[in-house]
């Protein structure tokens, strides 16, 4: 059960010299706002602890430059043998695109809150019912007697507000809250958060916006609300990869729309998928994760995504028939 789960985890932690922290491919405000969390939770306890993300998420997304992401590596370091790693906020190994770290035999702490999370750790602490890991971070960081500072109460608080998509989400939930209320104690101003994340926003975002709205297209009545971004609109836009966050919620907030779809192409050659689709439920009759998982993806069930090589048009229709066969099912 969780709280054995939680206790096994906080042992495994405070036992280790040597860790290497991680997080998923294409990380958002709770991969790194739990990543970088745990990094100082770690430190105060004196641990050698490394974060490592793979050198293609550099440079991050513009919204967490605001973080302090000094020491992070993005290459293995030599050491990585003698190191247990901590997964944070990847419910699915595919995730990780660096095969070092997926290699078996070693020691993986897999922290996280997806409720598809495929438990490859050798130790799983997965909360499905938390807001965010950064809330789970949280608890561990008391578990672990950790004070919270207000360096290691940022990065929570921003994993927090963004997983929550500002405390607007259904995991808005009082937990959320009061952690979050913890946090503006232990020194957080959520107006400087608040502008560093969401305001400061590059032009380049909102041109690439304005290609997403002139791509949209609905599909069965509207019940299916889908945007395309090919490479011409990030180049015309002069956009890069993280600049497209943000506008599915746009699409899912659309009069009428029950799932909003944004599928963009991949930017870089080589990758896993010619597509990479993100999936927005606008009802609870719809679970999202589902139609990722069938697609070889997952996720929550408001919030999910996939990669493929499936042909757009063959995409869409898998989307639509699953989207339809989930509402006849509720209704
Ligand atoms: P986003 O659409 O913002 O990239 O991701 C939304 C949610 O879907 C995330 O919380 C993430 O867990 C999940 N997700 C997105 N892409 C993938 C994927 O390729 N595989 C898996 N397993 N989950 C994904
Ligand atoms: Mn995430
Ligand atoms: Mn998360």
Same mark, same amino acid.
């Given at each position: 059960?969780?709280a054995?789960?939680?206790?096994?985890?906080?042992? !495994?932690?405070?036992?280790?010299d *040597?860790?290497?922290?991680?997080?998923?491919?294409?990380p958002?405000?709770? &991969?790194?706002?739990?990543? $970088?969390?745990?990094?100082?939770? #770690?430190?105060?306890?004196? *641990? %050698?602890?490394?974060?490592?993300?793979?050198?293609?998420?550099?440079?991050?997304?513009? !919204?967490?430059?605001?973080?302090?992401?000094?020491?992070?590596?993005?290459?293995?370091?030599?050491?990585?043998?003698?190191?247990?790693?901590?997964? #944070?906020?990847?419910?699915?190994? %595919?995730?990780?695109?660096?095969?070092? #770290?997926?290699?078996?035999?070693?020691?993986?702490?897999?922290v996280?809150?997806?409720?598809?999370?495929?438990?490859? @750790?050798?130790?799983?602490?997965?909360?499905?019912?938390?807001?965010?890991?950064? /809330?789970?971070?949280?608890?561990?960081?008391? =578990?672990?007697?950790? /004070?919270?500072t207000?360096?290691?109460?940022?990065?929570l608080?921003?994993?927090?507000?963004?997983d929550? @998509?500002?405390?607007m989400?259904?995991?808005a939930?009082?937990?959320?809250?009061?952690?979050?209320?913890?946090?503006? /104690?232990?020194?957080?101003?959520?107006?400087e958060?608040?502008? *560093?994340?969401?305001?400061?926003?590059?032009? =380049?975002?909102?041109?690439?916006?304005?290609?997403?709205i002139?791509?949209?297209?609905?599909?069965?009545?509207?019940?299916?609300?889908?945007?395309?971004?090919?490479?011409?609109?990030?180049?015309?836009?002069?956009?890069?990869?993280?600049?497209?966050?943000?506008?599915?919620? *746009?699409?899912?907030?659309? /009069? @009428?729309?029950?799932?909003? =779809?944004?599928?963009?192409?991949?930017?870089?050659?080589?990758?896993?998928?010619?597509?990479?689709?993100?999936?927005?439920? &606008?009802?609870?009759?719809? %679970?999202?994760?589902?139609?990722?998982?069938?697609? @070889?993806?997952?996720g929550?069930?408001?919030? =999910?995504?996939?990669?493929?090589? $499936?042909?757009?048009?063959?995409?869409?229709?898998?989307?639509?028939?699953?989207?339809?066969?989930q509402?006849?099912?509720a209704?």
């Amino acid at each position: 059960d969780l709280a054995a789960a939680e206790a096994a985890v906080v042992e !495994e932690l405070r036992s280790a010299d *040597k860790l290497l922290l991680t997080t998923h491919e294409n990380p958002d405000g709770d &991969a790194l706002g739990s990543l $970088l969390g745990m990094h100082r939770v #770690l430190r105060a306890l004196g *641990k %050698d602890v490394v974060m490592y993300l793979s050198p293609k998420e550099f440079p991050l997304p513009s !919204e967490y430059r605001h973080l302090d992401f000094t020491g992070i590596l993005g290459e293995p370091p030599a050491d990585v043998d003698e190191r247990v790693i901590v997964f #944070l906020d990847c419910g699915n190994i %595919d995730r990780m695109p660096v095969a070092f #770290l997926r290699d078996g035999g070693r020691h993986i702490v897999n922290v996280d809150h997806h409720h598809d999370n495929t438990r490859f @750790g050798a130790f799983n602490l997965v909360d499905p019912v938390a807001s965010s890991t950064a /809330e789970i971070v949280y608890r561990l960081a008391r =578990a672990l007697g950790v /004070e919270i500072t207000a360096e290691i109460a940022e990065p929570l608080y921003t994993g927090i507000v963004t997983d929550t @998509g500002r405390f607007m989400y259904e995991n808005a939930t009082p937990s959320a809250h009061r952690v979050a209320a913890d946090l503006i /104690e232990a020194g957080v101003e959520p107006y400087e958060v608040y502008r *560093k994340v969401y305001e400061n926003v590059p032009l =380049a975002r909102l041109r690439l916006l304005e290609r997403a709205i002139a791509n949209l297209e609905r599909f069965d009545d509207g019940l299916l609300t889908v945007s395309r971004l090919t490479r011409a609109d990030f180049e015309r836009a002069g956009a890069g990869e993280a600049d497209s966050e943000g506008i599915v919620e *746009k699409l899912r907030a659309v /009069e @009428g729309t029950a799932v909003a =779809a944004l599928v963009r192409e991949q930017l870089t050659d080589g990758r896993r998928g010619q597509y990479k689709v993100s999936l927005r439920a &606008a009802t609870r009759d719809v %679970d999202v994760s589902e139609i990722a998982r069938a697609l @070889g993806g997952g996720g929550h069930r408001q919030a =999910a995504g996939f990669t493929t090589d $499936l042909p757009y048009e063959q995409l869409i229709e898998r989307v639509r028939s699953a989207v339809a066969a989930q509402l006849s099912r509720a209704n």
